[in-house]
Structure formats: C-alpha cells, structure tokens
C-alpha cells in the first residue's frame, strides 16, 4: 500500500530556507508523477509544484517559481522540496502527493495519495 510521509518543515525567518522531504512506501518515486501542495486555514488548496517521473520535467506555481525546488532522490525514494527566499506568505501547511488521479493539461489536478501535511511558517 502507498505511503507519504512528510518531514522538514518548521519555522523561518523571511528570506531563509526550509527543505521539505516526502518519504514514499509502497511504490518508487520515479514511477509515477509526485508533487507538493499547500493549505491555509480557510482557502482553497494550491497546487505549488509537480515532477513527472522522468524527474526532469517539473512545473511550478507563479507564486514560487524562481524560489523553489523539486526533486527526486530515487536513493532515499523521497520527493524533496527545496524553499528558498521564503516570504511570510509561504506559511502553510504543506501537503506531498503521488499517482495522478485526475489529469489535466498534462498535469495533476489530483492524486491517489497523499501524506499527512507538515506545517510550515515564515515570520516577516
């Protein structure tokens, strides 16, 4: 059965960084389409990025792109997240995902499974 387990977040200062790593169980994260989501109290959840499995081709959120990372590490079978230049609008929780469930436009607009979340927060 496939797992996600998130690790890695916390706190930060604005401008800092924070890595994010999925763990996944039950299935190699190089098989099948991953990607990080994230959730505010009250909004709508936002799709930040996503890494197909040849993990080269990756998309990216307006919001982060140029700041953020995605990768594979098909050693430690994680999906990692690298969050640079953090703003205090970064402060979430965030979500990993595997195994696009509903495609569109060549990309996920919902997964098979999910992790539990980790919360992240920047202060200004």
């Known amino acids: 059965q496939a797992q996600l387990a998130e690790s890695g977040g916390g706190s930060a200062q604005a401008g800092g960084s924070l890595r994010l790593s999925c763990t996944a169980s039950?299935?190699?994260?190089?098989?099948?389409?991953m990607g990080w989501f994230r959730q505010v109290a009250g909004r709508q959840r936002e799709s930040i990025s996503q890494?197909?499995?040849?993990?080269?081709?990756?998309t990216y959120a307006d919001s982060v792109t140029g700041r953020f990372t995605i990768s594979q590490n098909k050693g430690k079978n994680t999906l990692d997240l690298q969050m640079d230049s953090l703003k205090p609008e970064d402060t979430a929780m965030y979500y990993c995902?595997?195994?696009?469930?509903?495609?569109?436009?060549?990309?996920?607009?919902?997964?098979?499974?999910w992790g539990q979340g980790i919360q992240v927060t920047v202060s200004p």
């Open positions: 995902a595997a195994n696009c469930a509903l495609f569109s436009a060549g990309w996920c607009k919902d997964f098979n499974h």
């Open positions: 039950g299935f190699v994260v190089g098989d099948v389409t």
């Open positions: 890494i197909k499995p040849d993990g080269i081709t990756a």
